[in-house]
């Protein structure tokens, strides 16, 4: 077997650089925790973040005592804040921007201080980890090679339906995030906009103790979601085009028996298997199985 040697030595250095940099923090598992993030905290001269309180806690569940001034960088204050962030960078301090989960920028404060820093020939960089889109898309098991992500998806009715018109025919996998309180609504209005066949995927509380990852039609997870769900939310929709194979009921017939065998209820493992395979109605499954059932006695 030939092995390959990279282009560019990989570097082992943690060090900080003066500057602008990035942090991605875990999304609620400290174990994602980088050894790049842990110096971060512990090396930068300010601490930009989206809540000082956060980040302090952060520190302290890492053991780090950071030495440099935290300092508030959200929603509200960020536009008045970018101008004392540039002016510590170009002084030659290390300054970091850090949100409450994941990266900065994506549905979080930090545009504008990076933004700025790049007018003003501000070195910037990032420490890459964490982030509920990727995370999310990966878990989906749908057709995402190709995406668009869409932050957060409106919160008006109108604004809504006109969003989800313009998904119809986007042969793209659209990613957005969405409040708990407003999940079954919108998909609902999804599965009226854009049929309630159409597949998706409902990530909640990624890297948390009750993580979970549901695959179905945007019908079934209407209904699901209809019953209440808690956490944070990240959805996937599958792009048109991107349905997978047609699926005979006859051939997921063992898959229920198995499930079933290792001590789930008969309906329970017809909706999990049904919708994982992306079937509109888990009644049919559940019929094929008694139908099984009788033929082998």
């Known amino acids: 077997m030939t092995t390959h040697e990279p282009d560019v030595p990989l570097s082992e250095s943690t060090s900080l650089r003066p500057g602008i940099t990035l942090v ?3 999304l609620g598992n400290i174990g994602d925790a980088s050894d790049r993030l842990c110096a971060a905290l512990a090396d930068a001269d300010v601490i930009a973040a989206e809540d000082t309180r956060r980040a302090r806690s952060l520190a302290s569940a890492l ?4 030495r440099g001034k935290f300092v508030s960088n959200f929603d509200h204050n960020e536009e008045s804040r970018t101008a004392s962030l540039i002016a510590a960078a170009k002084s030659g301090q290390k300054v ?5 989960a994941g990266m900065p920028v994506v549905s979080d404060p930090g545009l504008a201080v990076v933004a700025a820093a790049h007018d003003a020939s501000v070195p910037v960089s990032c ?3 964490a982030s509920a889109v990727t995370t999310a898309l990966a878990l989906s098991g749908l057709g995402v090679g190709h995406f668009c992500f869409d932050g957060f998806a409106p919160r008006k009715a109108g604004a809504r339906r006109a969003w989800l018109e313009s998904l119809v025919s986007e042969r793209r996998a659209c990613c957005f995030f969405e409040s708990p309180h407003r999940l079954a609504v919108t998909l609902a209005d999804a599965a009226e906009v854009l049929g309630p066949t159409r597949r998706a995927s409902v990530s909640r509380e990624l890297t948390k103790r009750y993580e979970e990852t549901r695959r179905g039609s945007l019908g079934e997870l209407a209904a699901w979601a209809a019953e209440g769900v808690r956490g944070e939310i990240t959805v996937v929709i599958e792009g048109v085009g991107q349905e997978a194979p047609a699926v005979e009921i006859e051939d997921l017939v063992g898959r229920v028996e198995e499930r079933v065998a290792a001590g789930e209820r008969l309906k329970d493992a017809c909706k999990e298997v049904a919708a994982a395979a992306g079937l509109s109605k888990h ?3 559940y019929q094929a199985v008694l139908a099984a059932r009788e033929e082998n006695r």
């Open 24 to 26: 991605a923090t875990p």
């Open 63 to 66: 053991g780090i005592e950071p």
């Open 96 to 100: 970091i921007v850090v949100t409450d």
């Open 127 to 129: 420490i890459p980890g």
């Open 283 to 285: 009644r049919d499954l």
